[in-house]
């Protein structure tokens, strides 16, 4: 999953371990290399000046409820997943407020899961 979309001041956290990561640590699997929980990570967008928190997950990890971030799109505006089907090795990915987005199942995501200070 290393081919996701990344941003400069990145920096990586494993909410269990309550330690900090480094990217080669994480940058395969998102994942925390000693406790396999979903790393934090924080940014804060160089023009807007927002910080936002989010995990990275491949498509077929997606659950509802999670906030959608459309790849190269850092800014407070997520989507909320309603619904996701399976389609000839597709998933249909039903977003609140955009419809409709096809991924396959290895494609990397982001997911806001909020801000911080």
């Not at 900090?20 to 934090?40: A, M, N, Q």
């Not at 924080?42 to 807007?48: D, V």
């Not at 928190?53 to 997520?78: H, M, P, T, V, Y």
């Amino acid at each position: 999953m290393s081919k996701i979309n990344r941003y400069p001041s990145e920096t990586y956290m494993c909410p269990e371990c309550e330690s900090t990561k480094i990217s080669d640590e994480v940058e395969d699997t998102w994942r925390c290399p000693k406790c396999k929980s979903l790393i934090h990570v924080h940014i804060e967008c160089q023009t807007t000046g927002d910080r936002i928190a989010l995990i990275r997950k491949q498509a077929s990890e997606l659950d509802e409820g999670d906030l959608f971030l459309f790849n190269g799109k850092l800014n407070k505006e997520s989507y909320l997943i309603l619904g996701i089907k399976t389609s000839k090795n597709q998933l249909a990915i039903g977003l609140k407020g955009w419809g409709q987005v096809k991924l396959t199942p290895n494609t990397p995501v982001n997911c806001r899961i909020g801000m911080w200070e």
